[in-house]
DNA sequence: CTTGTACCTCTAGTCCCTATAGGGATTACG
DNA sequence: CGTAATCCCTATAGGGACTAGAGGTACAAG
């Protein structure tokens, strides 16, 4: 059994970050030690590492709820797991393109700015006046 | 003189947006009408215009403090705001090559899922195991 | 003059943690 | 075996950037 401090070492899960999973109900209350210390196996370890790993692909806390709870009906479709992965993934590719156009906004602005005093500076003006912008653009 | 209303439709900032900017003090105290509604002129508008160009392109709300009180500077040196365009866009570059990543691996992801049962789910099964990624990504 | 919309303040909630305070448990070393 | 260092516990507050709601006031249109 490991106390919360190496699971979270496994599964680079910081130690209160698994302390809220288990009170927002995302992991079940774990087992407690005679000094009332948790303790987690090996079914914990893997829910955990699943957690991280959705959360690192962008999955927010309720679709991992989702996906989380589908994972233990292994007899169910899979339908729904893949509309969720395919939501994630538009979302993604919404966030991308955004992020281009931002991006060739900003090299833009940079590009043009001289180097000289503020009341000249391209940065500011460009900020100030969105008709000088190439295209629509909308962070995140 | 326009209500706070109207501003917010030129701005497309919301109202209670507004009010939460001259709450942090982003922007000015409105002047007020006699029964005590927030009345704009041109520079708060294009103040509040400012903000809401630099939010679009990503900038964080004390990012676009610094710039304002730049903006209000015009004989200093620009090489303070070129700084903070140029952080801003190495962060938007980082997000946006963590992004790409996520992306081919959600790819890979839903192309492998042949919507059968939960059991032989490729989504299910990817996000349980990190070592099925072809490589390292990390969200936003 | 009434109705409806826009406005006011204040508080609390969102998401996903992170930090802090004030303590108890366990482990490592001498 | 004692003590110090490290770990763990709970509970609460904070952060960024808003958003929502309650309960009440001002103003424009008909």
Not at 50 to 70: C, K, T, V, Y
């Amino acid at each position: 059994m490991l106390s919360i401090g190496k699971l979270s070492a496994r599964t680079r899960v910081k130690v209160p970050t698994i302390r809220y999973y288990e009170q927002i109900g995302l992991l079940p209350e774990a087992e407690r030690s005679q000094g009332n210390q948790r303790l987690y196996g090996t079914k914990a370890l893997e829910r955990l590492a699943f957690i991280r790993h959705a959360r690192d692909l962008g999955f927010g806390l309720e679709a991992i709820r989702d996906l989380l709870s589908l994972s233990d009906r292994p007899d169910q479709s899979c339908a729904e797991a893949d509309a969720i992965a395919r939501a994630q993934l538009a979302e993604v590719d919404s966030r991308l393109s955004r992020l281009l156009a931002l991006k060739s906004e900003l090299q833009r602005m940079v590009a043009q700015c001289a180097g000289g005093r503020i009341a000249d500076c391209r940065v500011i003006e460009v900020l100030g006046d969105h008709a000088q912008c190439a295209a629509d653009h909308t962070a995140i």
